[in-house]
């Protein structure tokens, strides 16, 4: 089974709060997982992770991996209004060029 | 910044027609994909194509559907007739060799079958 699975499926904070979602994946055939921002235009892309506990950070964005427990959180603080968008995880799979994604989660940061 | 261009940005078309989407994947880039996202569901992986030929498609790439290459900047993707079911945005996406997995999406065409 290839099933990512995201939460929440949406989140509505304040300007200045620290969020954290959450991204759960199969371990079949795992090989990377990323994460995309999606605002109305194309999906842009943030972070891959392939290694457990190493945290990848950009800004005020930071991503880290969990092969054990089969999961990866984005977090963002100091959060601020164009942090407003959809936010895609993905697994790629050994042996395969497709990406799986979840359903997204959308966030909504509010003055 | 070096982008994938898709065009176009919305397009209509009545059921049973063909329609051809176009994209132009970044210039260093060998590996092109097209994915599709219905309104409210997941982006879902349709076809992935390197050196001329599809290496690997998913169970909704089906004879109605067909990739090119057909000039080596432009990458096409056609469905011959289409369904009510089609209407979905469809996202074009390619990757240069050595950056495996990190695909560059462009910002979609909108199909809308009637």
């Known amino acids: 089974e290839d099933k990512v699975v995201q939460s929440p499926l949406s989140l509505v904070v304040h300007e200045g709060d620290t969020v954290t979602l959450n991204c759960s994946y199969e371990?079949?055939?795992?090989?990377?997982l990323l994460w995309y921002k999606q605002e109305k235009k194309a999906p842009t892309f943030l972070f891959m992770l392939?290694?457990?506990?190493i945290e990848k950070k950009s800004g005020r964005l930071s991503s880290i991996l969990d092969k054990k427990e089969l999961f990866s959180i984005l977090n963002i603080t100091a959060t601020q209004t164009g942090d407003s968008a959809v936010y895609l995880c993905?697994?790629?799979?050994?042996?395969?060029?497709?990406?799986?994604f979840g359903q997204g989660t959308r966030l909504t940061i509010n003055p | 910044e070096p982008e994938v261009t898709q065009t176009p940005s919305h397009q209509v078309t009545q059921m049973g027609q063909e329609v051809i989407l176009r994209c132009v994947p970044i210039s260093n880039h060998l590996y092109f994909y097209w994915y599709r996202q219905i309104l409210g569901q997941k982006v879902e992986f349709l076809v992935s194509f390197y050196n001329n030929e599809i290496s690997e498609k998913s169970e909704i790439f089906d004879d109605q559907f067909s990739v090119e290459r057909p000039d080596g900047s432009n990458f096409t993707l056609k469905i011959r007739s289409t369904k009510l079911e089609d209407s979905a945005m469809y996202f074009c996406?390619?990757?240069?060799?050595?950056?495996?997995?990190?695909?560059?999406f462009g910002a979609g065409t909108r199909l809308s079958v009637l």
């Open positions: 993905a697994r790629s799979i050994q042996g395969a060029q497709k990406l799986v």
């Open positions: 996406a390619s990757r240069p060799v050595g950056l495996r997995d990190i695909q560059y």
């Open positions: 371990v079949t055939n795992f090989r990377s």
């Open positions: 392939t290694s457990s506990g």
